[in-house]
C-alpha cells in the first residue's frame, strides 16, 4: 500500500467513524475501570482500617501489665510483620513490639501510612493507627498493606495493557474500515467515471449488504437504467426518423422537382399537390405522435388518475374497432373479468393505449382472424391482454417494437409510423403496469398488468389532498 493510499485513509468516513467509536469505547472503558478500581481501592483500605480498629478496641481493654506482655508476645508470633504492634511511652521512646520506631503521625487514631525499614534491610508499607491509652502510653497498631498495593499495580498495569490493546486494535479496525472505505468509493467512483466517459452500460457495484451505500448505489442504477433506455431510445428514434422519413420526404421533393421541371396541366398540378399535401400530412401526424408520447411521459399527468374500471376501457375499445374487424372478417371478442378491474390512472391514456394495441392486432391479422381482448382481476394485480392468430412478433424483436419508429422489415409496406406500441410503453411506464409480449401460438399476448386499486384506500387519500394539484 503507498503511501498516497495510506494519507487517503485518515480522510475516509470508514476510518473516522472508526475511531469517534475508538474515542467512545475507550472512554467507556477508562470510566468502567477507574470505577471498579476505585470500589476495589477503596474497599479493601476500608477492611484494614476496620481491622485496625478493632485491634485498638482490644488492645485499648487490656489492664497495661497484661497489654506489654501480650505486645510482646505478639511480636514473637508475628515474626514476618504481618501485623505489627508496638507500645510506647508518652514522650515517644519505644517500650515493646515489632516497631521499634514511632513514625511520625498527623493525628491520634487516623489511618496512615507509612515504609517500615524491617530487620533484614527491606522496605514494606505499612498501614497504622496510633492510639493515645488512658496511662498516657502511645499504642500502635498497624497491618502489612504491601498485597493491597501489588494488588493495585496489577489493576494499574491491567489498565495499561488493555487501553493499548483496544488503541492497537481500535486503530488496526479504523484503518481496515477506512481501507475498505476507501476501496469501495474507488470502485464507486471508476464506475461513475467510466459513466461519465460515455459507458452507459457500466453499473455502480453492489455487495448485497442493503447498507447505506447499497441504497444509494441501487437508486443510481435505476436512474443509469432509465438514462440508458432514454438514450438508447433517443439514439434508436434518431436511426428511425433517417431511416423511415427519408422516404416520403424524398417522395415529396421528387414530386414538387418534377411539377417544377415539367409543363403540367391544371389536373396535373392539382394531383402533385394533393400528393404533396398527403406526405406532409404524414409527417406531420409522425411529430404528432412523438409529442404526444412526450406528453405521456411527463409523470405529472399523474396528478389527474382517478379509479378506472379496465372492463370499461375494453369494451369501449372493442365497441370502437368492431366496424373495421367486422369489415375484415376479424372475430373481435371482448372477455370481461368477473369483478371490477379497477385501476388508478388516466382513463384516455389507458383507452388510447388498449386502441393502439388492437390496432395493431387487427393491422396485421390476416382476415378471418381472431383477435381477443381478455381483462382479470385478483387480490394483487389487474391485467387487460390482447391476443390475435396473426404473424406474431419474432422474440427478437418483442422488445425493440416498443422503441419509437421501429418497423421490422416485414411491416415496413403497411401503413402506419411505428409509434404505437411506443405510445402504449408510455402509457405503462406513467402507470407502473409490466409491459409483456408473449407468445400466441399462433400469434402473440400482448399484456399489460399492474396493481388493483382498492377504492376505500383512494377515497382516503382524495379526500386527503393526494393526487390532486
Keep these: ?77 508475628d515474626a514476618d510483620g504481618r501485623l505489627p504492634h508496638a507500645l510506647f511511652d508518652a514522650n515517644g521512646h519505644y517500650l515493646a513490639g515489632a516497631i521499634h520506631r514511632l513514625p511520625a503521625i498527623n493525628g491520634y487514631d487516623k489511618p496512615q501510612e507509612f515504609r517500615w525499614l524491617k530487620a533484614n534491610g527491606h522496605h514494606r508499607p505499612i498501614r497504622f493507627i496510633v492510639h493515645r491509652l488512658e496511662d498516657g502510653t502511645q499504642l500502635l497498631v498497624a497491618q502489612d498493606v504491601h498485597d493491597i498495593h501489588e494488588f493495585d499495580e496489577l489493576l494499574v498495569n491491567a489498565l495499561i495493557s488493555g487501553g493499548v490493546l483496544l488503541l492497537v486494535v481500535g486503530l488496526l479496525g479504523a484503518i481496515w474500515l477506512g481501507n475498505s472505505t476507501r476501496l469501495r468509493l474507488n470502485a464507486l467512483g471508476n464506475a461513475i467515471r467510466g459513466i461519465v466517459e460515455g459507458d452507459l452500460s457500466q453499473r455502480l457495484p453492489v455487495r448485497g449488504s442493503h447498507d447505506d451505500i447499497d441504497r444509494i448505489a441501487r437508486v443510481v442504477n435505476g436512474m443509469l437504467d432509465e438514462l440508458e433506455r432514454l438514450m438508447s431510445e433517443v439514439k434508436g428514434v434518431c436511426d428511425d426518423i433517417a431511416h423511415d422519413l427519408r422516404t416520403p420526404l424524398t417522395r415529396l421533393i421528387a414530386g414538387l422537382e418534377r411539377a417544377q421541371r415539367r409543363g403540367l396541366r391544371e389536373e396535373e398540378y392539382a394531383q402533385t399537390i394533393d400528393s404533396a399535401l398527403g406526405e406532409a400530412k404524414g409527417l406531420l401526424m409522425t411529430f404528432r405522435a412523438l409529442l404526444r408520447i ?6 405529472a399527468r399523474r396528478s389527474h388518475f382517478a379509479p378506472v374500471d379496465l372492463n370499461r376501457i375494453g369494451a369501449d375499445a372493442v365497441e370502437f374497432f368492431e366496424p373495421l374487424a367486422e369489415e375484415r372478417g376479424i372475430e373481435l371478442t371482448l372477455l370481461e373479468s368477473d369483478g371490477p378491474a379497477m385501476l388508478a390512472g388516466d382513463a384516455q391514456l389507458l383507452f388510447d393505449a388498449t386502441c393502439n394495441l388492437l390496432d395493431n ?45 421501429y418497423r421490422s422489415e416485414s411491416s415496413r409496406h403497411t401503413v402506419g409510423n411505428g409509434l404505437g406500441l411506443s405510445m402504449v410503453a408510455a402509457v405503462a411506464r406513467l402507470h407502473d403496469l409490466h409491459l409483456q409480449v408473449r407468445e400466441g401460438a399462433p400469434g402473440c399476448i400482448i399484456e399489460l398488468a399492474g396493481k388493483p386499486l382498492h377504492l376505500s384506500a383512494f377515497a382516503r387519500a382524495d379526500s386527503s389532498g393526494i393526487g390532486r394539484q
Design 294 to 299: 412526450s406528453e405521456i411521459e411527463d409523470s
Design 361 to 405: 392486432a387487427i393491422k396485421f391479422s390476416p382476415d378471418g382472424a381472431r383477435v381477443v381482448v381478455a381483462l382479470s382481476q385478483s387480490s394483487d394485480s389487474v391485467a387487460l391482454q390482447v391476443s390475435d392468430t396473426g404473424p406474431g412478433i419474432p422474440e427478437a424483436e418483442r422488445e425493440a417494437v416498443f422503441r419509437r419508429l
Design 1 to 77: 500500500m503507498s503511501s498516497v493510499r495510506l494519507s487517503e485513509i485518515p480522510r475516509t468516513s470508514g476510518f473516522r467513524i472508526g475511531v469517534l467509536f475508538l474515542a467512545l469505547f475507550g472512554c467507556s472503558f477508562l470510566a468502567l475501570f477507574g470505577y471498579l478500581y476505585w470500589q476495589t481501592a477503596v474497599y479493601l483500605k476500608a477492611e484494614a482500617d476496620a481491622n485496625l480498629y478493632r485491634q485498638v478496641d482490644n488492645r485499648s481493654q487490656q489492664a497495661p501489665d497484661l497489654r506489654l506482655a501480650e505486645i510482646r508476645k505478639h511480636a514473637q508470633q
